[in-house]
């Protein structure tokens, strides 16, 4: 018989084959990873934040008179949730393709590991010493050897085909009137800085454990300032690291992109609905790698408008309009302008 044959060839073929699916999908896998809330010792003192927010005064008024009003504990979407094991509930329009396809070829990897697996054992079994003591000598068979070829080439072009569509979608230009929001990994903080809206830059630091969780935000995720974005539109994030390789992942926006010294890496995101989205530095960055979480805040056009105003930023067709921050200001009795910190004031659900 040649089946002892057939198998051994098959089975090399099939790692082949599956180590190449395996490698195409490495990237959405890493994706999959839940964060974990990192159990290490609790207290962190706040991370030294970089000069700029500290300079300028009280947090709570600008938010106040600014119209914007930082998003709740229950406006959170994107976190993971104790026991979860796949990826988390996807909240944007690239997730929406990708996840059905991670899901998807899991499912075909898991088919054709059980089908190798049987035939594995099929042949230790039929074909052990015992019970075949006189082994077949053949060594080819056409018919088999060409559907063995054929149909993995077969399952790969089925694979590849929406693979290389999604790619495709990622790296793809957003259209020109998208809000660009630049991101600079550092040792070990993040700062997102608004080139279309005046240039500023907000730094966001991990909120302490016992902050957090007092203000109902999940420890080791919540920041002080967040990264807020529009909703509903597409957004073009850049992002750099300032001293080491920092990574940009946000496992519930299908968002991964390393933050390389020196370099600008660009990729889009469309975030379909309003809310609060956790994500983590993925790449090991040093010391306190495991404490500079990311929170991106997503809000309706205006409430974000009104937030980069209360960040002394401009918004495109201000210009014209009446200096937006200087008119609430004297009405209240801190100042209105500058960085102010959003992530600070006392949520109001
Ligand atoms: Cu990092």
Redesign the pocket.
């Known amino acids: 018989m040649i089946l002892g044959d057939i198998a051994r060839k098959r089975l090399s073929f099939l790692a082949i084959l599956i180590g190449a699916m395996s490698l195409s999908t490495v990237s959405q896998g890493a994706l999959a990873a839940t964060a974990e809330a990192t159990p290490a010792a609790t207290t962190v003192a706040a991370a030294p934040a970089a000069a700029d927010s500290t300079a300028v005064a009280p947090a709570e008024a600008p938010a106040a008179d600014s119209g914007y009003t930082p998003l709740g504990p229950d406006m959170i979407k994107g976190q993971p949730h104790d026991g979860g094991w796949d990826v988390q509930k996807q909240y944007s329009i690239i997730g929406d393709t990708a996840e059905p396809l991670h899901v998807g070829l899991i499912w075909v990897m898991a088919v054709i590991s059980v089908f190798v697996l049987g035939l594995l054992l099929y042949v230790m079994v039929r074909f052990r010493k015992s019970a075949n003591p006189v082994p077949s000598k053949t060594s080819h068979n056409t018919l088999i050897e060409i559907i063995w070829t054929i149909v993995p080439v077969l399952i790969l072009v089925v694979i590849a085909v929406p693979s290389i569509i999604l790619l495709r979608d990622q790296y793809q230009a957003p259209p020109k009137d998208a809000l660009t929001v630049k991101v600079t ?4 903080y993040w700062g997102y800085t608004y080139p279309d809206n005046g240039d500023f830059e907000v730094i966001s630091n991990m909120m302490p454990e016992e902050e957090a969780k007092a203000k109902g935000f999940p420890g080791h995720l919540e920041v002080d300032h967040r990264m807020v974005v529009p909703a509903g539109e597409w957004i073009r994030i850049q992002t750099t ?1 300032a001293d ?4 940009f992942a946000v496992p519930s926006l299908w968002f991964k992109l390393d ?1 390389v010294p020196g370099r600008l890496n660009e990729k889009k995101v469309f975030i379909k609905e309003p809310g609060i989205y956790y994500g983590q ?6 010391a ?2 495991g404490y ?1 979480p990311i929170a991106v805040e997503a809000l309706p056009r205006p409430q974000f408008e009104a937030w980069v105003r209360s960040q002394g930023g401009t918004v495109k067709g201000d210009a014209a309009a009446a200096p937006a921050p200087a008119e609430a200001a004297p009405a209240e009795a801190a100042p209105a302008e500058g960085d102010s910190a959003p992530g600070e004031a006392a949520p109001t659900a």
């Open positions: 990994g550092y040792q070990w690291g080491v390789i920092h990574s933050s530095c993925s790449e090991l960055c040093g306190r790698h500079m």
